[in-house]
């Protein structure tokens, strides 16, 4: 499911990237390509729930794994959604030049969590201490997601009079979309400590 979202968040930069460069043919190819790679990663979510349900763990255990299991599943449908929003209709382009150095710097950082999120996955089997330092991390980069999301849509609102409302809407939910990513990977984050409480208990 890690490598999975790592793709869909690359893919999801390069639809916006289409958006910014007026090329809807990438942008419709790409939205194709997040929605394919969500219903795999949601097959995945469904083996692995069913596996989970079915074994017998410990409930704490079984807990934890669903927490996480859901969290990347969530992670996928809200990287789905952001996709979407943007695709629904072509916004205002002087919005988009407003905003496009802002919006690629907050792509290239839910990317770079991506990567870290599969390194926490890789690391869990082997090095509990070790996934939990790189969920660490991913917490500071949603922190950071955060204060990049304030400013986007400050700079969104102090459009309003030069632009259109259904883009100001549209943009705001693209945003808002995008800021889900980064609190689902932090959820995740959230399920190792717990996993780890619970096999340390």
Known sequence: MGEDIKTACETLK???LGAIYNNEDAVSSNLVKIKTITEKIAMAREEILELLYGGA???????????LTQALYH????????ARSLASRKPSEKCIISIRESLLSYL???QEASEKVILMLSTLSRDMQEALKVGREIQMLERAGDDMKDTLITKLYELEKEID?????????VIFFLDDILDSMEDATLSVEILYATLKA
Not at 59 to 67: L, R, S, T
Not at 75 to 82: H, L, P, Y
Not at 165 to 173: A, E, F, G, N, Y
């Open 14 to 16: 390069q639809l916006f």
């Open 75 to 82: 992670t996928s449908t809200s990287i789905k959604d952001s």
């Open 165 to 173: 409302l259904i883009t100001i809407l549209q943009m705001r939910d």
């Open 108 to 110: 290239s950082l839910i």
């Open 57 to 67: 763990f410990l409930p704490d255990f079984k807990e934890a794994m669903v927490m």
